[in-house]
């Protein structure tokens, strides 16, 4: 069975099937991101993945980045993914920048 997943609002989250039935729930306190293999967004989060991985005194700054941006946001996953934006970003940039 395929779920196609359809935000209907900042509140719920209506799943359908390809048979067409519907279900519907809150929205998972976790956000899932699809994306193409080999395309830009997915080379940028798998060199920050791995440079996390390589660096763990990076990934101890992002895991204390996250704790209190988790207090701040606590409803507001997009001022949450918005605050983190310019720590993700460097390290993107760094993470290429040592790939080459």
Not at 69 to 98: C, N, P, Q, S
Request: contains cysteine.
């Amino acid at each position: 069975m395929c779920f196609w997943p359809k935000v209907t609002n900042r509140a719920a989250i209506v799943m359908t099937t390809r048979s067409g039935r519907f279900y519907q729930g809150l929205v998972p306190r976790e956000r899932v991101y699809l994306c193409p293999a080999g395309n830009g967004t997915h080379r940028n989060r798998l060199a920050f993945r791995d440079h996390l991985i390589a660096h763990p005194e990076a990934a101890a700054e992002y895991a204390a980045l996250k704790r209190r941006l988790a207090g701040e946001f606590r409803m507001d996953g997009d001022g949450y993914t918005a605050h983190k934006r310019e720590f993700v970003d460097a390290i993107v940039a760094r993470a290429l920048a040592d790939d080459r």
